[in-house]
């Protein structure tokens, strides 16, 4: 029996796990949409390629499977880079899969033409383009290995449209699993004697290889050796924020004496993070490359370990494996050291005084956090607004909040769009500053087409609040480029033909906050706030 090679293509996707697929259609690919009609893969048609990619990426996040991304060549594809950039930078796993010029196009300069393999290869695990039909389901069960082993992260398919519409009797591959590495008893007793010798030790966790499961074995080891638990940035949702272990985010607008505390540990168990920029602040928490504290790193990646910083203790395993490990400390030791690190998140937590014009943020986040409960997935993407969303959200359980941690705007609702389709019985609400939700507005259409009850925050200022904080500190009073002009967000979402609302007083959203859960199909909230509020500390 013969197949195309689009409906070799969609029957690998099948067996490997695929039940959702997001794109933009192109030409280029035609054969492979018209095989998955006939597949049970919900295909969901969004406005903008950088979107179809964000929704992807969120669903490994949610899923730990690839999220599937289906583009045209030359600009569906450069579009889509935004994507597949943050699953690099996330260690998410992610298949982009590309139409491709054909065969006897290439080398040409053809019409949309690009050497994806080129193109992608610094930003993603693996590029390949595939030479002819046959060898498909070898290089789509490749794909699908190499995004779930080791360190997750995205993996790109070129495909040209001939090999596509290619007919071959080639058999389906078995689907791909996963490869993970796993602690040696000598490294589990290494780490438990580092511990063991420890007086003010800090655990850090973070990274994008974590299951539900892992996270609470971690969180059960934490507690049973009563060690002070931080996160990396945007990973607050690995541990229970109610934990009497839990002190934290070290990241973007750390609390202060949560950084004075890392530089003060005599030893870091940084269990699963890069260790990257955002989460030593600047590289300066740690100093490379060797840090005053003793550093114990676990990553799924080799390579990762000694990259930035030497570790007295590097092991190279799969966090889940790792956590299922772990065997807890007397940590009578550092008891104090814990009761104190404590104590400054509860602290941290307690609003200030609410100062200036407008809607009080802090207030909107502790307000949806209380009426939604643990649940609800909290979807942002990049600015200042999220700080709050950071500070005063308390996370219960793994997998309810999506964040880019490669700062990249335009990512809330795509991913919201994605956490509402993977689980339809969860709330989802998604926060976008002005400038972040313009960049990603056009996906309103996206949400009603398919009735998806997202519920968007729009926090409103003007301007583009984390670049105008920077530009006021090395150019006091000279603003350039950062003052925006906004629609009316509310009206905006009508004329899509969703549920809009403005909001320009604190005491007012919470009745408006009930109107937009009430409505059918996805809703937003415009809130209005003071430009002078761009940080909540």
Known sequence: MTRSGGQILADQLVLNGADLAFCVPGESYLDLLDALLDLPVRVVTCRHEAAAANAAEAYGKLTGRPGVCMVTRGPGATHAATGVHTAFQDSTPMLL?????PRSHRGREGFQEIDYPSFFGPIAKWAAEVPDAARIPELVQRAYHLAVSGRPGPVVLSLPEDVLAEQTD???????????????????????????????????AGGGDWTAEGARALQSFAEASGLPTA??????????????VYCGHVGVNIDPRLAERVRDADLILALGPR???????????????????????AHPDATELGRVYRSALAITTGMPELAAGLVPVDGAEWADWLVSARADYVADREPPAPSGD??????????????????????????????????????????????????????????AMA???????????????????????????????????VRIIVVT????????????????GRVAGTTLGAPDFAALARAHGAYGEQVERTADFAAAFERA?????????????????????
């Open 358 to 415: 407008g809607v009080d943020l802090g207030a909107v986040v502790r307000h949806v956090n209380e009426r939604l409960g643990d649940e609800a997935v909290v979807t942002v993407g990049a600015g200042n607004y999220t700080f709050h969303v950071h500070r005063y959200h308390r996370w219960r359980q793994r997998g309810t909040l999506l964040g880019p941690t490669s700062g990249a705007m335009g990512y809330g609702l795509p991913a």
């Open 275 to 297: 260790l990257g920029a955002a989460t030593t602040r600047g590289y300066t928490l740690l100093e490379p490359p060797d840090p005053r504290q003793a550093l114990i790193h």
């Open 231 to 244: 996160v990396s940035f945007r990973a607050m949702d690995l541990i229970d924020n109610d934990s009497p």
């Open 170 to 204: 080639a058999t389906d591959a078995a689907p791909a699993r996963r490869v993970q590495a796993s602690p040696s008893s000598a490294q589990i007793d290494a780490l438990r004697a580092r511990l063991t010798d420890a007086r003010r030790p800090l655990l850090i």
């Open 97 to 101: 899969l590309i139409g491709q010029v």
């Open 461 to 476: 200022n003007g301007m583009l609040g984390t670049i105008r904080v920077h530009q006021e500190r090395r150019f006091p």
């Open 419 to 453: 956490a509402a389709l993977v689980d339809p019985s969860r709330p989802v609400v998604c926060y976008a500053g002005d400038g972040c939700f313009q960049m990603q507005a056009h996906e309103l259409a996206t949400c009603v087409q398919e009735g998806l009850p």
């Open 517 to 537: 859960l009430a409505a059918d199909g996805p809703s937003l909230i415009e809130v209005v706030t003071d430009p002078a509020a761009t940080d909540p500390r």
